[in-house]
Protein backbone atom coordinates (compact mmCIF):
# COMPACT_ATOMS: atom_id res chain seq x y z
CA UNK A 1 0.00 0.00 0.00
CA UNK A 2 1.76 3.46 -0.96
CA UNK A 3 1.03 6.88 0.83
CA UNK A 4 -1.70 7.67 -1.72
CA UNK A 5 -3.62 4.80 -1.28
CA UNK A 6 -3.44 5.39 3.04
CA UNK A 7 -4.56 9.26 2.13
CA UNK A 8 -7.74 8.20 0.11
CA UNK A 9 -8.85 5.40 2.71
CA UNK A 10 -8.05 7.27 5.91
CA UNK A 11 -9.60 10.90 4.24
CA UNK A 12 -12.62 10.09 2.45
CA UNK A 13 -13.29 13.85 1.40
CA UNK A 14 -10.02 13.70 -0.46
CA UNK A 15 -10.59 13.02 -4.28
CA UNK A 16 -7.39 14.69 -5.48
CA UNK A 17 -3.60 14.61 -4.49
CA UNK A 18 -0.61 16.12 -5.88
CA UNK A 19 2.70 15.32 -3.81
CA UNK A 20 1.82 15.29 -0.38
CA UNK A 21 -1.13 17.73 -0.71
CA UNK A 22 -4.60 16.73 -0.35
CA UNK A 23 -7.84 18.51 -1.93
CA UNK A 24 -11.48 18.07 -1.57
CA UNK A 25 -13.91 17.66 -4.63
CA UNK A 26 -14.06 21.91 -4.77
CA UNK A 27 -10.51 22.02 -4.70
CA UNK A 28 -9.65 23.05 -1.21
CA UNK A 29 -6.74 21.39 0.85
CA UNK A 30 -7.70 19.03 3.10
CA UNK A 31 -4.94 18.55 6.29
CA UNK A 32 -5.01 14.52 7.21
CA UNK A 33 -2.96 13.31 9.90
CA UNK A 34 0.46 11.94 8.92
CA UNK A 35 0.41 9.78 11.87
CA UNK A 36 -2.78 8.22 11.14
CA UNK A 37 -1.86 7.99 7.23
CA UNK A 38 1.50 5.91 8.61
CA UNK A 39 -0.64 3.59 10.74
CA UNK A 40 -3.11 2.80 7.92
CA UNK A 41 0.04 1.41 5.98
CA UNK A 42 1.59 -0.16 8.83
CA UNK A 43 -1.64 -2.50 9.55
CA UNK A 44 -2.00 -3.17 5.75
CA UNK A 45 2.15 -4.20 4.78
CA UNK A 46 0.92 -7.53 5.65
CA UNK A 47 -0.45 -7.41 2.25
CA UNK A 48 2.23 -7.18 0.20
CA UNK A 49 3.87 -9.46 2.18
CA UNK A 50 1.79 -12.35 1.54
CA UNK A 51 1.39 -11.84 -1.33
CA UNK A 52 4.53 -11.60 -2.41
CA UNK A 53 5.53 -15.71 -0.66
CA UNK A 54 1.89 -17.00 -1.64
CA UNK A 55 2.36 -20.19 -3.61
CA UNK A 56 1.61 -19.90 -7.29
CA UNK A 57 -2.64 -20.30 -7.49
CA UNK A 58 -1.60 -22.79 -10.71
CA UNK A 59 0.00 -25.46 -8.00
CA UNK A 60 -3.67 -25.92 -6.56
CA UNK A 61 -5.56 -25.70 -9.75
CA UNK A 62 -3.18 -28.32 -11.23
CA UNK A 63 -3.33 -30.49 -8.27
CA UNK A 64 -7.26 -30.09 -7.94
CA UNK A 65 -6.81 -31.04 -12.01
CA UNK A 66 -5.38 -34.42 -11.63
CA UNK A 67 -7.09 -35.07 -8.27
CA UNK A 68 -3.75 -35.19 -6.30
CA UNK A 69 -5.09 -34.52 -2.53
CA UNK A 70 -1.41 -34.05 -1.28
CA UNK A 71 -0.73 -31.40 -4.19
CA UNK A 72 -3.51 -29.59 -2.72
CA UNK A 73 -2.74 -30.13 0.80
CA UNK A 74 0.94 -28.89 0.09
CA UNK A 75 -0.73 -25.61 -1.02
CA UNK A 76 -2.37 -24.77 1.22
CA UNK A 77 -0.17 -25.56 4.24
CA UNK A 78 2.16 -23.69 2.18
CA UNK A 79 -0.42 -20.50 2.28
CA UNK A 80 -1.10 -21.53 5.96
CA UNK A 81 2.78 -21.08 6.84
CA UNK A 82 2.79 -17.74 5.09
CA UNK A 83 -0.45 -16.28 7.07
CA UNK A 84 1.69 -16.96 10.24
CA UNK A 85 4.59 -15.79 8.96
CA UNK A 86 2.47 -12.34 8.16
CA UNK A 87 0.01 -12.13 10.87
CA UNK A 88 -3.01 -10.06 10.48
Given at each position: MNK???IYKTNPTVVTI?????????GNAVVYDEAVVQAY???K???AK???EYPPMTDYLDGIAKGD???IAK???DCQAVKAKYPK
Open positions: HEARGDDAFDAEMDSAYIRQAQAQYIA
